[in-house]
């Protein structure tokens, strides 16, 4: 078995420098959207501490980076509470897609930082490169409707059973392993974030 010790180093690392935004991307349009309990948990923060997951962000990441499973990873989800959201399911599914959104938004900024940098800085133009291609894995990982994952909120809104949302959570975890394990999601991933990546870096060109 080949261990992939580098990449998973530095996939870790860059999971929690793009766990923060994407976090606080969420809790931000919670707040914006009227639902003040991500303020009264501290969420609406960017301090480190206050969205990365040991569990989530760090371990299981190390470990499918290191094993070549493809990535598995997120933060701490952010509790919004759909009562206080304007336009109710509808508006924690805008709060679900601000995370993937910002993840975008940080794949455009790391590639143009790539770019400036790349004739100079060719580490940091490499490192950046690296966080762009991520943060668009990581949109498009987040995407997926399984629990924990944003893409399950849009169940959510489309009306699913809430009994049926809570059993599907409860087996979340172990279908993403399968998943990533078992079968060629995780290669789809690489590949689609791949050619967004590409994409997002023809801009600038």
Partial sequence: MNLHLETAILNVCLLCILTVPHEFAHAWMA????????LREDRLTLYPPSHIDLMGTVILPFITSLLGMGFLGW????????????FGMNGL?????????SNI???VIFAGVSVIAGKV?????QFCASAAN???????????PVPPLDGSKLLLAARVPVAIYVELARFG??????????TSLGTWLAVGSFTITKTIFGIFY
């Fill in 121 to 125: 800085m060719t580490d940091l133009a």
């Fill in 31 to 38: 707040d914006k959207l009227g639902d003040d309990t991500p």
């Fill in 105 to 107: 938004l940080l794949a």
């Fill in 75 to 86: 933060g701490r989800p952010v509790n919004t509470n759909p009562s206080q959201l304007k």
């Fill in 93 to 101: 599914a805008m709060v679900a897609m601000a995370g993937p959104a």
């Fill in 173 to 182: 975890f172990i279908l993403l392993l399968v998943a990533l394990s078992a």
């Fill in 134 to 144: 991520l943060s668009v894995y990581l949109a498009l990982f987040n995407l997926l």
